[in-house]
């Protein structure tokens, strides 16, 4: 059971506040709902009842989201080469509501839109991962949403720049992944880091 305050994620739709808890009657049934307010202003209604049911939960710690970070540092993991195939596998992941199974799919599917650009329907699933990793970390590191997709739009560049242009031989021989992620501009992943420790 939550409470009013709660920071909670609720799966497919990312991460909110319990702002409070009313009871509706909706078709003739009453029935008592969470009302989370959600990014950009959007509330949406849980009923309390079912709410662990359909995978509603508290926001990460600082700790577990320093490990969700190290998610979009690691190389792509295996995905299949067929797109539909591709998008079914990762509408289970994003309805799981695991924020690691999320921090992959907004990986991966930034690796192949690097390397070979995605369907329309893919770019959205992107898109909404994104929303979903974001809104959940503005959370856990009280920052702003801003700063926080900047964050990781850096984490996954330096991610890409060390795995996915190795992989697709576009460095030369002699230099080597570190100093290419060296370059890259690394001023607020440090920050982030320094505020988990």
Same mark, same amino acid.
């Given at each position: 059971?939550?409470?009013?305050?709660?920071?909670?994620?609720?799966?497919?739709?990312?991460?909110?506040?319990?702002?409070?808890?009313?009871?509706?009657?909706?078709?003739?049934?009453? %029935?008592?709902?969470?009302?989370?307010?959600?990014?950009?202003? !959007?509330?949406?209604?849980?009923?309390?009842?079912?709410?662990?049911?359909?995978?509603?939960?508290?926001?990460?710690?600082?700790?577990?989201?320093?490990?969700?970070?190290?998610?979009?540092? %690691?190389?792509?993991?295996?995905?299949?080469?067929?797109?539909?195939?591709?998008?079914?596998?990762?509408?289970?992941?994003?309805?799981?509501?695991?924020?690691?199974?999320?921090?992959?799919?907004?990986?991966?599917?930034?690796?192949? %839109?690097?390397?070979?650009?995605?369907?329309?329907?893919?770019?959205?699933?992107?898109?909404?991962?994104? %929303?979903?990793?974001?809104?959940?970390?503005?959370?856990?590191?009280?920052?702003?949403?801003?700063?926080?997709?900047?964050? !990781?739009?850096?984490?996954?560049?330096?991610?890409?720049?060390?795995?996915?242009?190795?992989? !697709?031989?576009?460095?030369?021989?002699?230099?080597?992944?570190?100093?290419?992620?060296?370059?890259?501009?690394?001023?607020? !992943?440090?920050?982030?880091?320094?505020?988990?420790?």
């Amino acid at each position: 059971m939550f409470k009013v305050g709660d920071k909670i994620v609720y799966p497919m739709h990312g991460a909110g506040i319990i702002e409070t808890i009313e009871e509706k009657a909706i078709l003739d049934e009453k %029935q008592s709902y969470y009302i989370i307010k959600m990014p950009g202003e !959007v509330k949406v209604m849980v009923p309390t009842a079912k709410a662990e049911e359909i995978g509603v939960r508290n926001v990460i710690d600082k700790e577990t989201a320093g490990k969700v970070i190290n998610v979009l540092e %690691q190389d792509s993991t295996e995905m299949s080469m067929k797109w539909n195939k591709r998008y079914r596998d990762n509408v289970e992941k994003m309805k799981s509501g695991d924020i690691f199974e999320v921090a992959d799919i907004v990986r991966n599917l930034s690796f192949k %839109q690097k390397e070979k650009g995605l369907s329309t329907t893919e770019k959205k699933m992107l898109l909404n991962a994104k %929303q979903i990793l974001v809104s959940e970390l503005v959370l856990v590191e009280e920052r702003g949403k801003e700063e926080v997709e900047e964050f !990781v739009e850096n984490k996954i560049n330096a991610s890409y720049q060390l795995h996915g242009i190795a992989e !697709v031989s576009h460095i030369p021989k002699d230099v080597h992944s570190s100093d290419v992620v060296e370059n890259t501009d690394t001023n607020i !992943v440090k920050k982030f880091i320094s505020a988990n420790e």
